[in-house]
């Protein structure tokens, strides 16, 4: 087989400049771009492929666990906004406000329009940062009896968030996520739904995305408002920053209260329901991007690419490339009767060399190339994009070969980053350490504390670190405080975050 030269992608190396590193990755990959809306993103078709298959094993996960998507407003009445109002104050800082309703012609500008000054709304309406107000005063009509529970609602939707700071995936304006909102008779079933939808994430995370997640509560001061917990998953990024993957929370009675949602129970008594809600959005595009990609470009993990497989002919003539067609055309068929997504690049107008940087730097999990020796020999060169190494098969049985390399693939990209994760949680005892893991080495420093806010906002201050959890599985255990030296009953998670 030829050594063709792989042009270079110009990417700035991770060691460099990280950030840097995923911004140009992100557009170059061809996944999304800035539009020409401030802070807000354009997917482009191959991101979107992969959004889609996301959402599909989500939405899939969703309804083997009983729950129906449905769709609500993209708007809310400020009043309806207001009525749980440690969400609204949570919220407040971030929201898109619609005032008006029409434009019309600028006196004073031909040519250009001015807001109607007699088409003010009366009420103003939120753009929804999020839609608990607005789905919580339609369950109220949903609702009457202990018959009707559990309600178990999801929607896919847009959110928008003002955010000042933006970055692709991570942080945008207006962002795509699903969002479950689930009603209940009781506090115990309300909590076992919070639970069992944080297992879901960890699931997704963890055997799609092959991305390894701590499973944990949020303290007070980082719970979503409005919430009276907030179970979370959290991952590691390659810069040893924390990224929270997905939240689950708890809302108890707070949303029913606020909107009057009651139910009569088996005696007959009313009773407001206990309530959940529960999402992740875009942001875990991000997730995969920085968990397994390298210099080169995007490493996606095979259960979630949209092109799994990539044949590339070697050719010289039309001849040549007819023989080598009428062997991937089979090869293709068998791939697809197993479920390969498999795509054969059989364009003339760029060279192999060219689709072979194309590929890298889209992360297919798998790249096949075929030349006429291949034919004569009966094999192929089979390369794989996470670790950059090739080998020389057969072509007999080529397919169970490509079908079983690919789960070895999904599993080692797991394996890597669970080494990277556990590597970096590093239990410390004072606070100069840890303050030097965190800006030395990275990562989760698991950290006695106190339980205090004030402690919690003083070592943020300090130290730009949260605490991004209270793992499930923690140890209780008699310490002292990190910061403080007062008593603690155990270590919570710490990191930079995204």
């Not at 068998?334 to 364009?347: E, G, P, T």
């Amino acid at each position: 087989m030829p050594n063709y030269n792989i042009m270079s992608k110009n990417l700035t190396t991770r060691s460099e400049d990280y950030s840097k590193w995923y911004n140009e990755l992100v557009v170059k990959a061809d996944l999304a771009e800035n539009s020409g809306v401030r802070g807000c993103m354009v997917i482009k078709p191959y991101g979107y492929a992969i959004w889609e298959k996301m959402q599909a094993e989500l939405d899939r996960m969703f309804k083997e666990t009983g729950h129906q998507n449905a769709y609500f407003p993209l708007f809310v009445p400020k009043s309806m906004f207001e009525a749980e109002e440690k969400n609204a104050e949570g919220f407040a800082k971030e929201c898109a406000i619609v005032t008006h309703y029409r434009l019309k012609n600028d006196p004073d500008k031909p040519g250009k329009l001015m807001v109607d000054p007699n088409a003010k709304l009366e009420e103003e309406l939120i753009v929804r940062p999020t839609s608990e107000a607005i789905i919580w005063s339609t369950y109220k009509g949903w609702v009457q009896s202990y018959r009707d529970l559990p309600l178990l609602i999801n929607q896919w939707a847009n959110v928008v968030r003002w955010e000042m700071r933006t970055r692709l995936f991570l942080r945008t304006a207006e962002f795509l996520w699903q969002e479950g909102h689930t009603a209940h008779a009781t506090r115990e079933e309300a909590i076992e739904e919070s639970e069992k939808m944080m297992h879901v994430y960890a699931d997704f995370a963890e055997n799609f995305m092959a991305i390894p997640v701590i499973k944990g509560l949020k303290t007070e001061t980082e719970r979503f408002a409005g919430a009276d917990e907030t179970f979370c998953i959290e991952a590691l990024m390659q810069d040893g920053k924390a990224l929270q993957a997905g939240t689950s929370h708890f809302l108890g009675q707070n949303f029913a209260k606020a909107f009057d949602v009651k139910f009569a129970n088996a005696e007959g008594k009313q009773e407001y329901v206990w309530g959940t809600s529960w999402g992740v959005s875009t942001r875990l595009m991000g997730a995969l991007v920085m968990t397994h990609s390298d210099d080169h470009g995007l490493v996606l993990p095979p259960n979630l690419a949209p092109i799994q497989v990539v044949i590339v002919p070697i050719y010289k003539s039309d001849e040549q490339l007819e023989e080598i067609s009428a062997t991937v055309n089979e090869v293709v068929k068998a791939l697809r009767k197993l479920n390969i997504s498999v795509k054969y690049d059989n364009r003339t107008n760029q060279k192999p060399g060219f689709k072979f940087n194309e590929y890298e730097l889209k992360g297919v999990p798998v790249r096949i190339a075929v030349g006429p020796k291949d034919l004569e020999n009966g094999t192929f060169e089979v390369a794989r994009r996470d670790t950059l190494t090739k080998e020389i098969v057969s072509k007999d049985g080529i397919e169970i070969y490509i079908n079983n390399l690919l789960s070895q693939i999904q599993e080692e990209m797991f394996a890597r980053a669970l080494n990277y994760r556990d590597t970096h949680i590093t239990e410390v005892n004072d606070f100069e350490e840890f303050k030097s893991i965190l800006d030395g080495k990275g990562g989760f420093v698991s950290a006695h504390w106190d339980g205090t806010a004030e402690t919690e906002e003083k070592i943020k201050d300090l130290t730009k670190a949260t605490i991004r959890c209270l793992p499930l599985d923690r140890v209780e255990e008699a310490g002292t405080c990190v910061f403080t030296g007062k008593p603690s009953v155990g270590r919570v998670l710490f990191a930079k975050a995204y």
